[in-house]
């Protein structure tokens, strides 16, 4: 592997020190250790855990996923071991010198407040991302991200619960994500992610129903990438903590776009899926990219997008 | 209930990720394809297992639709030096085996695998019935070719016509006795598959002492387990199922489970006793 020795990859995402700026989103990279035939994990900036709930969770009925024209749509419903299998089984298992974050998901404000204090002064645990592009049971199943003043009590009660570095990982079905940018800002997070999956619906015309059993799914890949930076560019506009770009990245060149936009950091996802690979290679693709561009410090690049002036 | 594991490519092999050369990639009547790979590093395989095909690879230019590999099982393996020649069996059906079957040699396809849990093996003295409906042929030619010096076995092919069946002449020189259903009765009996199963276990009561395998569309697979409990054999089916990754993470190949909850296909299965399964919520 070709190393670009004389660029400075390392990043700082909201009091997360990563060796360089590319991680691995939430739900696309089990536990970390699936990817250890494909992938030495110190190649990365870190890992984005699947989320966890109090409990363990069975997901949803098949179908649970649906191709898309470049890209997926899943409806899984957040299957994991649960909180404590992570922290007694599954976090051991991965090899010292990686950076976890681990992501946190409940049905109601409580819920996530418990999850984050069981996972705070856990060794291993570098930070918590908060999903907030869940359905709110108690607020009758609207996503947590969507509504501004459901999501300050979020972010507000995970703050408190935990020490840690708070990144709170946005829905992109919203209108205003500068505005959620904002409320996360003015409630004390550390960074923000964004974006997760773009609700959708797929159907079969000859059943007349939607192909996932869930009916409604969230699509990602390559085909929510514009969406993405449009995204993080607007959010980056409207706060000033660190940003972590999601969506669709397939290539280095893909992870700059996210970083001119205004990323500390990116988040490679459903391209894990099918070059278990890909996110070492952007990793190390950043870096060689920098060197030929002459960029000396990878952060340099963060919000170096020259957009047009309005 | 598996006796031991296969002594080549064993209960987990590593999966590797490679580019593999096309090598031959042909129609073989109706929309069945035989597809062969050159694959540097391949590690062995179980029978059952299965590897994932990126069929938007096959091209200079990247590109990201269709996104998702095909699972498509292991159907035969020749190892040469550092390589080996990967054979696949596939039926052109939808976008992206439209876009493998037009792929040529010496061009390249992204692969990953082996992947999942192989078929377990039979007791010894265990009599072994194979059943395959359709391109279900594809997951059972290991299982047969290594069983057939050990045990005595029969397979049971069904498809809806003549052209349809595939690889009959692989089997035939394995000396594995073969019989075959046809829907319109154009090669073997006419009749479908999962008759031969019943009146196989029928003519040689008890069934104990036998064991089925079987592989094809969920409503056969279906049948077969019911055939084979109410004469109490063993079964084991081979799931088939959409899925992105193959090895685990992107749980979107549940299969629901007569217990509660679910299993991965891909890390569980594909090969799964029959009688876990919840057949009514399978889709």
Redesign the interface.
Known sequence: MKRARGVDTAVDLGGISLRNPVLTASG???YGT??A??LDLRRLGGFVAKSLTLEPR???????????????L?A?SL?NVGVEVFIGEKLPAIPEGVTVIASVFETDVDGYAEVCKRLTGVPRVAGLEINASCPHVKSGGIEFGQDPAVLARLVRATRQATTLPLLVKLSPNVTHIGEMARVCEGEGASGISLINAVQALEVDPETRRPVL?NGLGGLS???IRPIALRMVWQAAQAVSIPICGVGGI?SAADAIKFLLCGATAVQVG?S??????IAGEVADGIAEWAERHGVARIRDLVGALEFPAR | MAEAVWEVGGERVAPIRAEAEIVRNAGEGASNWRLVLRVPGWPGFAPGQFAMLAAGSVSAARRSDPLLPRPMAVYRAQAGRGWSDVEILYKRVGRGTALLAEALPGQRVAIVGPLGRAFPRPRAGERVTVVAGGTGIASVRELAARLAGSHPVELLFGARTAGELMAVEDFEALGIPLRIATEDGSAGERGVVTDLLESALDADAPAPGRRVYVCGPTAMMRRCAEIAAERGAPCVAALETTMACGFGVCLGCAAPLRRGGYALVCRDGPAFDAAVIDWERLP
């Open positions: 696309t990279f089990g699936e990817f035939p494909f069975i997901g949803n009925p098949p179908p649970r996923i649906a191709e898309a024209p470049s890209g997926m899943n899984i299957e059993a890949g390559p085909a397939e459903t894990n899926y099918l070059r278990p690979s």
